[in-house]
């Protein structure tokens, strides 16, 4: 694989970053993406499973999505590019992983600065009140003992806001960053897709790596093609070995 003299001097003399994550990073865990060539879940939109509108037409539909998403998750592990992005980030002075993954699996490769944007989708709480409940399992849909509102997945969903601190903590990363790595996100969902192009006009160096090109690749310095499991820990065998 060729990496480029200007990624190589990158990687290798930046002191503070920021990875933007997607879910191309746990793809070869197993965990099928989004907008992946396998298609949707039962041929369902991601907009359909994934909105308070898919909820409150189906949410048992929605439930078992969940479900089943919480199934293969639990029976994957953090793969070489989850452990890759923790070493690079523990070589810098500061380094954030802002991710848009809610399977937990950088916090599970040992990352300890991991800004989760979406939520994590072993939370859940009441749809009507909010309340917070943690390890439901149960196949029907729960009610909460307040209200007896739907219990629903802790998570951000289309057209849902996202958690002002957190959005607030990302944004501050853009400001102070010398590189950024988007990893494995097809940079179609705002604002988590912007971060990279405020970072790049604060100044930050803007690495791509992606198995193909995204809507964000003009707008980057570099776009790396391949598989992440690969390409990261060749990124971390080049900013170990030169420090
Ligand atoms: N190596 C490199 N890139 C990969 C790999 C791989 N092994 N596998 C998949 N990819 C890339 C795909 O080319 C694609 O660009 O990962 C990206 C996955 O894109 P999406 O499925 O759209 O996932 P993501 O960008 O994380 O979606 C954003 O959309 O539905 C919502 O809330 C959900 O957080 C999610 C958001």
């Known amino acids: 694989m060729e990496i480029k003299e200007n990624v190589i001097n990158n990687i290798k003399n930046a002191r503070r970053g920021f990875a933007l994550t997607g879910a191309g990073i746990s793809a070869p865990s197993g965990i099928p993406t989004f907008r992946g060539e396998d298609g949707f879940w039962r041929n369902k939109d991601p907009y359909e499973l994934a909105s308070p509108s898919g909820f409150k037409k189906d949410p048992q539909l929605v439930w078992d999505w ?20 923790k070493e690079i980030g523990d070589s810098f002075e500061k380094f954030v992983i802002i991710t848009q993954n809610v399977d937990n699996l950088h916090q599970q490769a040992g990352s300890k600065d991991v800004l989760e944007l979406h939520g994590n989708i072993f939370g859940n709480k009441c ?83 992606n198995k193909s090109r995204t809507v964000i690749s003009p707008y980057v310095d570099e776009s790396i093609i391949g598989d992440v499991s690969i390409i990261l820990p060749e990124l971390a065998r080049l900013r170990l070995s030169s420090l």
């Open 127 to 209: 749809n009507l009140c909010g309340k917070i409940f943690n390890n439901v399992e149960s196949k029907e849909v729960p009610h909460c003992d307040v209200c007896d509102g739907l219990i629903r997945p802790d998570v951000i969903w289309f057209g849902e806001a996202l958690s002002s601190d957190v959005l607030k903590e990302a944004w501050r990363w853009t400001e102070n960053s010398d590189i950024c790595l988007v990893i494995g996100t097809s940079a179609v969902v705002q604002p988590a897709s912007y971060l990279p192009i405020l970072a790049r006009e604060n100044g930050a160096f803007i690495m791509e790596i």
């Open 66 to 85: 969940y479900n089943e998403r919480r199934f293969n998750i639990r029976e994957a592990g953090p793969n070489p590019a989850h452990y890759a992005i």
